[in-house]
């Protein structure tokens, strides 16, 4: 029992540290831990009205943790409450259609350099998203696509939202990710990629305007440089392929990315 337990906190502790790695939160907590010390350290020393306000002030130290890591705290709570195992069987099916759509606007929006930031979200996920922005709830095509990001319409600004194999809206703006391990290479488009899949289970397209440059994002990783042929494998591992449709009569948009 005794190993099993050190097992236990060993693995909590690991999760813990992947999970603030890359943030702000190292920092934070090692500023809260040198407090903890310094306390230690007064108290030894016998300087008792020193001992007695930083007393005071980590009485209140579990209160802090919370407002100083709220954003952590949320993420963290989200994905907890994310079951992807259980979530699949209740996502509707991703035709091959739909892929063969966003990569032929794909291929366009690369060639031209036209900026594109397309989400593929889940079953009645980023409804407030898809409140603020502009509603279309119409079908997948890859000329709508092109025309929607092309600079000289008014809803080219934003992202575009795909659900339950449609475009739902478009002009949708997104949360900036704060991740200091992105490059300074990747601009607003690449960032609020990375921030929406943070705290939701998406798959992110984005097409760079200064460089017709692809890249996905999902959990809150960015991987660029990718090829039509990768786009469209990732998207298929992503979305399921026919075979694994088959076997359980849906399909998911599941998938693991490296932040490069």
């Known amino acids: 029992m005794d190993f099993i337990e050190t097992l236990l906190i060993a693995s909590v502790l690991v999760y813990l540290y992947q999970w603030i790695r890359g943030t702000f939160a190292i920092q934070a907590g090692i500023g809260i831990i040198l407090l903890v010390i310094i306390n230690l350290v007064i108290r030894v020393l016998g300087f008792t009205t020193i001992d007695f306000i930083l007393s005071g002030i980590m009485n209140v130290g579990i209160l802090a943790v919370f407002i100083i890591f709220q954003p952590e705290i949320r993420k963290l709570l989200y994905r907890l409450g994310t079951n992807t195992s259980f979530d699949r069987f209740f996502t509707r099916s991703t035709s091959e259609e739909m892929i063969d ?30 409140d603020a922005g502009v509603s279309i709830d119409a079908k997948i095509k890859s000329e709508l696509l ?29 949360p900036i990710s704060q991740n200091p391990n992105i490059s ?10 990375v921030g929406v899949s943070e705290t939701n289970n998406v798959f992110v397209l984005v097409v760079s305007e200064e460089t017709g440059r692809i890249s996905i994002s999902r959990n809150g990783s960015l991987t660029s440089g990718l090829t039509i042929q990768k786009l469209r494998t990732e998207m298929e591992e992503n979305f399921g392929t026919e075979k694994f449709e088959e076997e359980i009569g849906f399909s998911t948009s599941q998938g693991e990315l490296n932040l490069k």
């Open 101 to 130: 759509e966003v990569i032929e606007a794909t291929k366009e929006l690369s060639k031209n350099k036209i900026g594109a930031l397309i989400v593929f979200a889940r079953t009645s996920s980023l409804q407030d998203m898809v």
């Open 146 to 174: 092109v025309t929607i990001f092309k600079k000289d319409t008014p809803l080219h600004d934003g992202a575009v939202i795909i659900r339950n194999n449609r475009i739902m809206a478009a002009s949708c703006y997104l």
């Open 184 to 193: 300074q290479s990747f601009g607003t488009r690449h960032r609020a990629a």
